[in-house]
Structure formats: structure tokens, C-alpha cells
């Protein structure tokens, strides 16, 4: 595959509420005010980002010079693995699996990409529960919020979702995997995709001394297809199609905070020195289920308790959702599927060291 790196942009940026501007990274460089109707319709503090015109692709050409890999990985056997990315490309709608790549808006100036310190007493909604950013400044990366319901924003547009058409992003990946001599492709692409309603949330907590955070990651797309193939990347095997595909993914809350940290000498008992781990605390940490009744009720329970369980519970906000509107190999119909409502009560997940 020949070389392929391509990077256009033009990159808006605007400061919250103050006086707003969009500046070009293009090769003009000219300065745009904002209109009074589009300053009227944004709001909050902090840094707006909005991505226009966007297109990025990268090629991997060893003659050229040009490589994106990934070493030091091995099979369970002691093999090593090499993960040659062979092309990562982003850009717009209809660009057929990346051939015909156009360029894409990433938010809006009414809508942005934000960047952001937030007071976390701010945060929270319901006093009921105990809020772990209270007293803390608590940092947000967050995509632009979504416009429409989830049935809109992860079809392929038109009618009441035209509005989104410009921003919707194809994305793909191509890999060759060299493993114990063997190579083949890997190839995943998503079309006319949004993330709306995702964001990172990061504070420090003073009582266990580590970073805490949430992320709320969404990915919406009409279709989400994965083939493997041969090392000439031209015998593939049949391609699985994840069509109408919502990914709503919930890691940590207020109430169970998604701790990071870096295994230290002390902690050999959770894996070897400098390895990550991230963890969510046991809800029976956070709140006492000895104080609930045998049979369940609030009558035969401590009743400031069953009700921070039944708002722990039934918060919507706290859970996980995957649908998969049809699930497709080759020419075989596997139908819909969903997993709904997934609660992630307790998460340990720690990094490992591979042998030598």
C-alpha cells in the first residue's frame, strides 16, 4: 500500500460566555466573528472546540519511511506479535470504506466539543446519595450533547435528522497482524457515526490519594463491519456487519467513582509494579445492605437507606446500553440483539507484565 497521509482541518474555537471567535487553520488564516444569533445560543464556561472541513488519513510504507506499528506483544505461547496499522483514516459520510474520504464537521458552534473545569457541587442532582465530587473541581472532556433521540442520531440521516448529516464521521482501521509467521488483515470501519452525550470526568480523591473520574462513552452508527483477510488484503473471509449499531457505555459514577492508579511496590499482591489498574468499589462499600429487610420492603428496612438503593437502582444514568439493530455474516440474517440496562456494581481490571 502506497503512503497515504492526509491531514485537513479548519478549527473553530470559542471561549465561554465571553466574546466569542472562529479562527482558521487553513491557509488564509482569516479571522470570523460570530454572528449575535450564534453567541446567543451558547452557554457555560470553559473552551468550545469545533473541527471543520476535517479529514485525516495515514498510510504505512516501510520503503517510504512512513510507519505506524505496534510491537512487544506476544501470544500465549511466547510468540512475538507485530501490528502494523496499515491505514487509520477519519473523515466524512460516504467515503466507501475510506477510499473516497471527504472532509467532515466535528461539532457545531452551537454545539461544541468542550473542554472544561466544573464545580462538582454542581454536578450532582439528588441528595439522597453521596456525591464523591462534592468540594472538588472536576475536569470535562465532553462531545457536542446530543441532538435528537438515539433512534435519530445513529440512523444514516434524512427527515428530522438531517440536521446532523454534516457531522456524522466515517472511521476505519486496517491492520496486518504477523503472528508466529503467520500474517493476515484486520480491518474494522464504521460509517456516518457520532459520539454524542460522551464525556471524561477526572478529580483527585484526597482519601485514597488517586484520580477518580466517570466516562459516559456513546457510539452511534448505521453500520459497523469487521473482516479478516490474507496478507495481500484481497482474500478476505466474510465480513460481520453490526448494522444500526448503539453503544452506551457507562464507567463510574458520583456514587462509584472509576478510580485509576499505577501499581506500586507495596501492591504486589494486585500485579507487578508500574501496571495499571482501575477499579470501581463494591456498592455494599458505599452502601449497607444490613440495613435492609429480609423480604426487601421499605416498611421492614432502614428507610434513608432503601431509598438510596432504590435511587441507585433505578437511575438510568448510571447503566449500560449495546443494540444491534441486525447482526449480519456474509450473507446470513443473525437478526436483532441488545444487552440493556447493565449496572456495574463492582470493577477490578489491572494490566499485566508479559513474559519474557
Known sequence: MAADTTFQHRISWLTLPMAMIACSAMASGDMEALSESEMADVEGQGVGIVLEDFKFAHGTNESEGTLFRLSGIQTSDGEDVEVTVDRFYI??????????????????????????????????????????????????????????????????????????????????LQTTIDAGGESSNLNVHATAAVIDGSYIRLWGDDERN?????????????????????????????????????????????????????????????????????????????????????????????????????AYYTNPDYRSNIEIGQLQVGDQDFGSSRMEGVLFQKLEMTTRALPQ
Not at 459497523?224 to 465480513?239: H, V, W
Not at 507495596?266 to 444490613?290: H, S
Open 91 to 172: 473523515g466524512g459520510a460516504d467515503s466507501d470504506y475510506g477510499q473516497n474520504l471527504g472532509n467532515v464537521n466535528l461539532g457545531r458552534l452551537t454545539n461544541p466539543y468542550t473542554i472544561q473545569l466544573r464545580d462538582g457541587d454542581e454536578l450532582g442532582d439528588n441528595d439522597l446519595l453521596p456525591d464523591a465530587r462534592q468540594g472538588k473541581a472536576v475536569f470535562e472532556f465532553a462531545a457536542p450533547t446530543k441532538d435528537g433521540d438515539s433512534s435519530c442520531i445513529r440512523g444514516g440521516g434524512g427527515g428530522t435528522c438531517s440536521s446532523r448529516d454534516g457531522e456524522r464521521f466515517d472511521m476505519g
Open 210 to 310: 488517586q484520580l477518580a473520574g466517570e466516562i459516559q462513552m456513546n457510539f452511534y452508527t448505521p453500520e459497523l463491519a469487521i473482516n479478516a483477510c490474507d496478507q495481500s488484503g484481497s482474500n478476505c473471509g466474510d465480513t460481520i456487519f453490526f448494522n444500526d449499531f448503539l453503544m452506551e457505555l457507562s464507567l463510574g459514577n458520583e456514587l462509584q467513582p472509576l478510580f485509576f492508579s499505577v501499581l506500586g511496590p507495596n501492591q504486589t499482591d494486585l500485579g507487578e509494579p508500574g501496571n495499571l489498574r482501575l477499579e470501581i468499589q463494591d456498592i455494599t462499600d458505599v452502601l449497607n445492605p444490613d440495613l435492609i429487610g429480609d423480604d426487601g420492603s421499605r416498611g421492614s428496612s432502614d428507610g434513608q437507606e432503601w431509598d438510596r438503593f432504590e
